[in-house]
């Protein structure tokens, strides 16, 4: 299904946090970049009574469809403040009485991109992903763009965006999807690569030029195609040799947005959020897209 398709077009799944009020910001640009609707979504779990013991409520209580309302108003001042006098979206608000992440997951379906904070309210520490996200990072059917509120500042406009590239399936999704960010934008890639997930150390007859030019072939192999396709997309390749996180939260700090795979090389069947991409994920203060390569 083509962007134009999905109704939902840019999702921004909203609960009233700062981290929330970021996702806003951001999904608004994201939406009138890529000339797509933009829907702010605000789930709201249902109430478990005593007694039965386990029944939900059928309908969703006055208090918490106010409450609910002035979330979702909060979202769209927030909204509305990021658009300004620009050519606005179409804008969508829904309000779906549902446990949260699946709602989400399912709503994910039918959209281009699901756009969340880091951390939603109750979250329990910089470190820790909300419950929500990391939910949609594994189960989401269309890319996650995981978004920080304690960013120092925005990040600048005119930086490029970096790549994590492995080889991988979800590789793969996350280079066509990091090439059309970079155009869109009128930007650099910056496409990183570590030939080793591992930390390692100088062994002696080690040969690193045969592992660097190893390296950058894959790296050439690749980009190639996607760099024909989006000729106007300058890139720039980086090569390291181990612990590709790190290499790319220190890259990071001079990138507007991140781009990776869901799960890379180590990767096996059933595991569907790699530890780089998760790392990154919560680490990194500039947004980071997960995609998926499925």
């Keep these: 299904m083509s962007e134009t398709t999905k109704k939902y077009g840019t999702v921004v ?10 996702a806003v910001a951001w999904g608004a640009g994201d939406a009138a970049m890529r000339h797509t609707p933009i829907t702010l979504i605000h789930a709201v779990p249902p109430i478990v009574v005593g007694w039965p013991v386990g029944q939900l409520y059928d309908e969703m209580p006055e208090w918490q469809k106010e409450a609910g309302q002035e979330v979702v108003e909060r979202a769209h001042k927030t909204l509305s403040a990021r658009l300004g006098e620009t ?3 179409k804008v969508r608000m829904e309000m779906v009485y549902s446990n949260v992440a699946p709602a989400l997951i399912e709503a994910s379906k039918d959209a281009s991109i699901m756009v ?14 909300g419950s929500v996200t990391a939910a949609l990072l594994h189960h989401a059917h269309c890319p996650v763009a995981v978004i920080h509120s304690d960013g ?7 930086a490029p965006v970096l790549l994590g590239v492995d080889g ?3 590789s793969e999704a996350a280079t066509a999807l990091a090439f059309d960010e970079a155009s869109r934008r009128g930007v650099a890639l910056v496409a990183l690569h570590a030939w080793s997930d591992v930390g390692v150390f100088p062994m002696l007859g080690m040969d690193w030029r045969d592992s660097e030019a190893r390296g950058l072939e894959i790296l050439a192999e690749r980009l190639a195609g996607w760099q024909e396709q989006y000729a106007d997309v300058h890139v720039k390749r980086v090569l390291c040799c181990d612990q590709p996180s790190r290499w790319l939260l220190d890259e990071s700090q001079r990138a507007q947005l991140v781009v990776v795979g869901s799960h890379g090389r180590g990767g096996f069947v059933g595991m569907l959020l790699g530890s780089v991409s998760s790392h990154v994920a919560q680490t990194a203060t500039v947004p980071v897209i997960v995609v998926r390569g499925d």
């Design 152 to 158: 120092d500042a925005a990040p600048d406009s005119t």
């Design 116 to 129: 969340v904070g880091s951390q939603g309210l109750g979250a329990l520490g910089r470190l820790l992903l």
């Design 168 to 170: 991988s399936p979800a």
């Design 13 to 22: 799944c909203v609960d009233g946090s700062a981290a929330s009020d970021a």
């Design 87 to 89: 050519e606005s979206p």
